[in-house]
């Protein structure tokens, strides 16, 4: 069986045909088999890209888990009703148990890369909070005229007038 009659027949199947980017991973996935870790900053930034979607359109880390359930089950889907190959039923269950160990592990990386995104986002929320408060601790308080204090107009008068006499 080679990589692209896997392709053919997850491209077949209708649920995929709007999602080509995930097949693109799975593809770079079973080329990647030898040397797993050179595939790591792939699917790490893939987690970033999707840990910016959290904020901006509700992106949430379950979604992993039923893209991996869904992805297996059409891919058991596909293995039954092959016009190519016949396959028994131990086959197509020892089949799903490699695409779930190679979904589930591409699933884990990414959601790896996500909540490092969600953590650098919320480590400099902080830092913008923190920046902000200490930006507010150096503004000098607005006076407020009183008998105590006649206003900075009048402090400013007087300096002048001093300024003068001198």
């Not at 986002?121 to 408060?133: G, P």
Request: hydrophobic fraction near 40%.
């Amino acid at each position: 069986m080679t990589l692209y009659y896997w392709k053919d027949l997850l491209e077949k199947a209708r649920q995929f045909q709007p999602s080509a980017p995930p097949l693109q991973v799975l593809e770079s996935g079973i080329n990647s088999l030898d040397d797993l870790k050179a595939f790591h900053p792939i699917l790490d930034n893939l987690g970033r890209r999707h840990g910016k979607l959290e904020s901006s359109s509700g992106f949430r880390l379950y979604y992993w888990s039923v893209f991996l359930e869904c992805s297996i089950h059409h891919v058991r889907l596909a293995l039954l009703s092959s016009k190519v190959d016949r396959w028994n039923n131990t086959d197509v269950d020892n089949v799903v148990i490699l695409w779930r160990y190679l979904i589930s592990g591409i699933c884990e990386r990414i959601k790896r890369g996500y909540l490092t995104n969600i953590a650098d986002r919320s480590m400099l929320d902080v830092q913008a909070e923190a920046a902000s408060k200490v930006r507010l601790s150096v503004i000098p308080p607005i006076l407020q005229p009183s008998a105590k204090n006649p206003g900075p107009q009048y402090i400013i008068k007087v300096i002048l007038i001093r300024r003068d006499l001198l």
